[in-house]
Each structure stands twice: as C-alpha cells, then as structure tokens.
C-alpha cells in the first residue's frame, strides 16, 4: 500500500493545513481586488498572500512548507538517500531569474535540509501537481525511493498575469466555477506539501491511501482544451481501471474547474461521458484562485482535509447551472463520510491527470 499524508498548505487563508480547512469550513476566500496590478494598472481580483513579499518569494514558499512537512514525520527521512523530494510549479522563481525560475530554489532546499538528492522539478503547466503526485506513487510502487515528499507552489507573478490577460482569460470578478455568468480566472499564489511512502510508520499521525493515477494529452490546443473532453476521459477511465474501481465507488470528485467557459464546458462533458456526473464535485478555485502548478497538490490536501473532518464543502461562486451536461454542484457544506475521492487537473498544450484518494 502507498500512503499519503502529513499535509501542509500555505496560503491567503493560513499556513498550516488545519488553518486552511477552518477557513473553508466557513467558506471564507482568500480572493480580494487587488488595486493597479494589472498591465494597464486596472484592479483585478487575486488570490495573494499577505506579508509574502521581497525577492525570493517562491524559495520563501517551498521552504516554509518542507519545514511544516517535517514536524509532521519521522524527520530522519529527510536526510535519507531513499528519500526524493519533487516540486510541481509552472513558473517558479521567474520574478528573480528568467533563465533558471528552479535552480536556486533547489539547491537552497537541498542545503537548508541536508537532502542526499537535489530536488527534481515537474513542470507541465496546471496538471504538475497532480502529475508530481502520481509520479511519487510511481516511485514509492517501483521501490525506486521508500519516500517522495511533494511540494507544489506557484506564486502570483506580474509575468503570468499579463499573461492571461493577453489571452483576454481573467476574470472581471472572482471566479465563479461552472456558473452561468463565469467569465475566467481567477490568479492565485500558494503551495502544499505531503508526503507520499510506502511505510505507515513515518507519519506522525494518520496517512491515507494514495491510488496513483494517469495522465493523458490530447493535444487539442497550446491553451484550449478539447470540446469532447477525450484527455480527461481517457486520463479517469485509466486511473479507475488500473485500480479496479467502478463509477459507483466515487464519492466525490474535486474538479479542476477554473472558471473559463471552454474549461468547465469541457470538464462537465467529460463527466457526462464518464457516468460521473451525479456524483458531488466542487472547484476550490473560488477559495484559492488559481495557482497553477501547485493547485493539484493545494487541492489534494484539501480533499484529504474533507476526508479526515467527514464534510463536502460547497464549490464557492456557483449559482446557476452552466454546462451543456448537468452536474451535481455542492451548493452548501454538508457532512459526508468520504471513503474514495476524485481529484482531476487539466492544462494547457491539452495536458489532463487524475488520481484518487482513498480512507484507510
């Protein structure tokens, strides 16, 4: 069995995974208009962190969340050479270095915490964190390493928000995930981290289970996904099947909606085709914006979160119905023991992964 756990977010709503569910509990936001932020100094809505400022901001993240990590485990890991760690991000440190966003991030982590291994990077626009965390699962299964420690963190960049503007994608408001009214997205700035091995014994408290996933690419568009949903498709189909488990064992799917028309058009297509789309399913874009590479593991923590407190938590902007195919929105919090949750991501270049995590 592969184990999951030992979960840290930092984000607008806290710093610690708990600090983080209390905030959502009571769906609380960490999105605000932000004043003169855009290319042509409009305010625009963000999801930033307060007091993360200065050079080194993405460095000040991912190592805010190892440390946080490491009070939760055995800490001698950290320094074994069965240990790898993997950091999921898109952009990385681009505000210091346009030639290099990772290196020194990786080599200050390796050198604060004594790794015996330089941390690798994934990058593969928004699907990196659930991509990082399948390919730890993949690791830990081929005994390549006994623990992979996952860090996804993405910080809210001039670069990347010009950026989907360009694309005319942010949002006039704060997102609103598969409503009638979306109108795109919404950027924000975080980073989790968890701890995926194959021994019970190195958490301090309890793990859960990770079913490592698939990946598909159905190469539809450099930024638009496809309109029949085929990546995702082929991306959950795969994941369920290589572990057996059926349609009717879901519980619950966390899904990547950000808040674009073509994104959560294609989301709920691919539900429909899936026989999922009765199933409860939220996007946290409307708590945390979204943070790109590091969403997938921000929000696979928070599913974790769910899963250990026994409550769905409502997908926050949504209010009319509108997707071509229906879907089961949460529209209020609502307890719920969750034996086996869903988590998807898709991004850009047609990229779409998925995993599950599954109660002990």
């Known amino acids: 069995m592969i184990y999951i756990g030992a979960e840290v977010i930092v984000s607008p709503l806290g710093d610690t995974a708990e600090a ?102 994934i990058s593969n626009a928004c699907i990196s964190g659930v991509l990082a965390l399948n390919v730890a699962g993949n690791m830990v299964g081929a005994g390549q390493y006994e623990h992979v420690i996952v860090i996804g963190c993405d910080v809210a960049s001039d670069f990347v928000l010009y950026g989907f503007q360009s694309l005319f994608a942010v949002s006039d408001k704060a997102c609103a995930p598969f409503d009638a009214a979306r109108n795109g997205i919404t950027l924000g700035e975080g980073c989790a981290a968890a701890l995926v091995s194959g021994a019970k014994s190195v958490f301090k408290n309890t793990p859960l289970q990770l079913l490592s996933g698939t990946s598909a690419n159905d190469a539809n568009h450099i930024s638009g996904p496809s309109r029949t949903g085929e990546g995702l498709v082929r991306s959950v189909s795969r994941t369920m099947q290589k572990h057996g488990i059926g349609a009717e064992e879901i519980d619950f799917i966390c899904a990547h909606g950000t808040g674009t028309v073509f994104n959560d058009e294609m989301e709920a297509i691919a539900f429909d085709r899936l026989s999922l789309s009765e199933k409860p399913l939220n996007s946290l874009k409307g708590y945390f914006g979204h943070t790109l590479g590091a969403a997938g593991v921000i929000e696979t923590a928070v599913c974790m979160q769910m899963m250990r407190n026994g409550m769905l938590i409502k997908s926050l902007g949504y209010r009319d119905a509108g997707t071509s195919q229906p879907l089961n929105i949460i529209l209020e919090n609502e307890p719920k023991k969750l034996r086996t949750i869903l988590k998807t991501a898709s991004g850009f270049g047609g990229g779409n992964a998925s995993l599950m995590i599954r109660d002990l």
């Open 20 to 121: 983080n569910w209390e905030a959502l509990s009571v769906n609380r936001t960490g999105i605000a208009l932000t004043p003169a932020v855009g290319f042509n100094k409009e305010d625009i809505h963000l999801s930033r962190i307060v007091g993360l400022g200065g050079p080194l901001r993405f460095q000040q993240l991912v190592i805010k969340a190892l440390a946080g990590l490491k009070n939760r485990i055995d800490a001698s890991i950290l320094t074994s050479d069965r240990t790898m760690v993997l950091i999921s991000s898109t952009k990385g440190a681009l505000d210091d270095n346009l030639h290099d966003q990772f290196g020194e991030t990786c080599s200050a982590v390796m050198q604060q915490f004594n790794l015996a291994h330089l941390p690798i990077v």
